[in-house]
């Protein structure tokens, strides 16, 4: 079974520009979330969906935003990019139903010039 | 307000003796823990996990003990091997969502030859 995916694995953008990362799930699951690690605040929770719903969201700005389609694919948003965006982007897929278990992709490193 | 805390940063550890990784929690309401395996470049892979249920569980050479009325709980690796060497995080699902999960920043163990 193929594992998470995510497009692209690097990306360099300017200050003030936006950017749409992609994450494909593991084949079955329907649910997608996102973290986001920085060396200074470690892996941090961005938001979650399932049946291209939001259920949870963390503690971000509303640059931030996603969404996820029929076929569980799921993308991220960043709008009006900050220095600060700099960081690896994970995507983890799970089952959904009650599974814990969540399974990454290899992450989107994104560099903020 | 760090709910998972790993204090040690680093560890070192010669190849066939027993790694112990730590990890505390302050929020009473986690009743599940995972640890995740992260190597360079790639997304965390899930190792292991205990309920509060429990106070052990243990796979191959990967045993998870957890004190509740400490709220600590530690990961033995034994016989450690130079493959092992890896950052290890430990995290807990919030109680609202069983895929949010708040992750501790991490200790990187080094197995030595």
């Known amino acids: 079974k193929a594992g998470v995916t995510q497009t692209p694995r690097y990306l360099i953008k300017t200050r003030g520009q936006q950017v749409t990362l992609s994450c494909s799930p593991i084949s079955g699951h329907r649910s997608v979330s996102w973290y986001q690690q920085t060396p200074g605040q470690g892996l941090q929770f961005l938001f979650e969906y399932f049946s291209e719903t939001q259920r949870n969201k963390g503690n971000f700005p509303g640059r931030f935003s996603g969404r996820q389609f029929s076929n569980s694919r799921s993308e991220m948003n960043v709008s009006t990019l900050e220095l600060g965006d700099s960081a690896l982007y994970l995507c983890?897929?799970?089952?959904?139903?009650?599974?814990?278990?969540?399974?990454f992709g290899p992450g989107t490193r994104l560099t903020v010039l | 307000d760090q709910q998972v805390k790993q204090n040690s940063p680093s560890l070192s550890v010669q190849e066939g003796r027993i790694s112990i990784l730590n990890c505390d929690y302050t929020?009473?309401?986690?009743?599940?823990f995972l640890w995740y395996k992260k190597y360079p470049a790639e997304g965390p892979t899930f190792l292991i996990s205990?309920?509060?249920?429990?106070d052990k569980n243990e796979d191959g050479r990967f045993t998870v003990f957890l004190n509740k009325s400490a709220k600590h709980l530690s990961l033995h690796i034994v016989p450690s091997q130079p493959g092992d060497s890896a950052v290890y995080f430990c995290?807990?699902?919030?109680?609202?969502?069983?895929?949010?999960?708040?992750f501790g920043s991490g200790t990187q163990l080094t197995v030595l030859p």
């Open positions: 929020n009473s309401m986690f009743d599940y």
């Open positions: 983890a897929s799970s089952l959904g139903a009650s599974g814990v278990e969540q399974f």
């Open positions: 995290a807990a699902p919030s109680s609202g969502s069983a895929r949010q999960l708040t």
């Open positions: 205990i309920s509060s249920i429990k």
